[in-house]
């Protein structure tokens, strides 16, 4: 079994920065991929970012330019920097992560970017 353990969530004003962190631990054979979704409030989860652990890096259109994903392998730790947040960018946001060819999930850490 795999744990996925968010942190870093928080109230910030618009144009600040914050950054997520998500360690996994557990029985780890292979991590393949480390990412970030986010759900606010109304809509559905949506992709935020991925990486490979071998830096390939995904973002959504809309996050593109201002967040940036960073992956430390040695500590099975993805990052999540993210910056210029908009009151848009409000929302829980959680870890994924493709470890032996199975997917977990983070329980999921609140970002409130008030205007």
């Known amino acids: 079994q795999v744990q996925l353990v968010e942190s870093g969530g928080g109230l910030v004003q618009a144009g600040g920065s914050l950054r997520l962190s998500c360690a996994a631990s557990?029985?780890?054979?292979?991590?393949?991929?480390m990412g970030w979704y986010r759900q606010g409030p109304g809509k559905q989860r949506e992709l935020v970012a991925t990486?490979?652990?071998?830096?390939?890096?995904t973002y959504a259109e809309a996050v593109k330019g201002r967040f940036t994903i960073s992956i430390d392998n040695a500590k099975n730790t993805v990052y999540l920097q993210m910056g210029n947040l908009e009151p848009e960018d409000t929302a829980d946001y959680y870890c994924?992560?493709?470890?032996?060819?199975?997917?977990?999930w983070g329980q999921g850490t609140q970002v409130t970017v008030s205007s």
């Open positions: 994924y992560s493709i470890v032996d060819y199975r997917a977990y």
């Open positions: 557990g029985s780890i054979f292979r991590l393949s991929l």
């Open positions: 990486i490979t652990s071998g830096g390939n890096t």
